[in-house]
């Protein structure tokens, strides 16, 4: 475990040498036989930069505290991803965020959620535990498509607006 931290690690903060945000702590923890990754940025983001965090391969994440959105295609294809807690003030996740995370399970959504963009969760096929928030306003095209462990969702009354196939499969 000790050689995967050091990569995560690695690959956190060329990402973010990349992306120029300073990392001000980072951990790569196990809990429970799992890879738990937390980032602290030195400065407060309003937005994850497109790819941030797209190679940090852990089972476990947690997103800072201060972002408003998840980028399109943020998680997308990311295999290892089991759980994600998005934190309050996210208010849209984007088209592809977590397309492709075949061993996503769990996804801990904020109440200040308003929009889940086009394809966000397509292909989550594990995903089985989310809870659509209250305030949520649109669903978009196909972006639960092909989550075939998803059978049990309540659809908030605030919701405006579902896109075409957004549950098919």
Do not use: M
């Amino acid at each position: 475990t000790e050689d995967i931290k050091e990569v995560l690690t690695e690959r956190a903060e060329q990402a973010c040498k990349y992306q120029d945000i300073e990392i001000a702590s980072h951990s790569f923890e196990t809990k429970d036989d799992k890879l738990w990754g937390t980032i602290t940025f030195k400065r407060d983001l309003l937005e994850i930069p497109y790819g941030l965090l797209k190679h940090i391969h852990a089972n476990h994440i947690e997103l800072p505290a201060g972002i408003t959105s998840i980028p399109d295609g943020q998680f997308d294809g990311n295999d290892e991803l089991e759980s994600i807690i998005i934190p309050e003030g996210v208010k849209y996740i984007g088209r592809s965020a977590f397309d492709y995370c075949e061993n996503l399970v769990s996804v801990k959504l904020p109440s200040t959620l308003q929009e889940i963009g086009e394809d966000a969760f397509s292909t989550c096929e594990k995903l089985t535990d989310i809870t659509l928030p209250d305030g949520l306003i649109e669903i978009g095209e196909s972006a639960f498509e092909d989550c075939i462990s998803l059978t049990d969702l309540k659809l908030p009354s605030s919701l405006r607006e579902i896109g075409e196939e957004a549950f098919a499969g």
